[in-house]
């Protein structure tokens, strides 16, 4: 078999395979798609900094200029950025690093110097 009717053999398999994944595709019946958020119940409290945020986003390029929205930011960044902000649920401490004892200490060795002082 010839390079060129291998060629065209690989190029009828490769349409085939693509007709029948058209086919299977359009054979699926439409499924209802649910968005994320409808799917889910809103039981958390409604957060006022959140719902301002909200807005602001929604203003587009007037945002930056409305006085609302500039002390709803800082707001939003003093809550995670201020010195002593810490979030709700703290990760456990770290155990402590263990420290040599001072009997157990090795002297350290002066590291190598390169090259040696003789053959400069």
């Known amino acids: 078999m010839d390079g060129k009717m291998l060629a065209r053999l690989g190029a ?3 349409v085939a ?3 029948t994944a058209t086919a299977i595709e359009m054979s699926r019946k439409e499924e209802p798609t649910e968005s994320w958020a409808t ?3 809103n039981t958390a409290p ?3 900094l959140r719902d301002e ?3 602001c986003q929604a203003l587009g390029e007037a945002g930056p200029r409305d006085a609302a929205c500039l002390r709803a930011w800082a707001e939003n960044r003093n809550r995670f950025l201020a010195p002593g902000a810490r979030p709700a649920e703290r990760l456990p401490d770290a ?3 263990p420290h040599p004892s001072s ?3 090795v002297p ?3 590291a190598p110097v390169w090259p040696p002082a003789g053959t400069r």
């Open 12 to 14: 009828v398999v490769f």
């Open 17 to 19: 395979v693509a007709i």
């Open 39 to 41: 799917s889910r119940p």
């Open 46 to 48: 409604s957060d006022p």
């Open 53 to 55: 945020l909200f807005r």
């Open 95 to 97: 155990p402590p690093v």
């Open 103 to 105: 009997d157990a200490a």
């Open 108 to 110: 350290a060795q002066p």
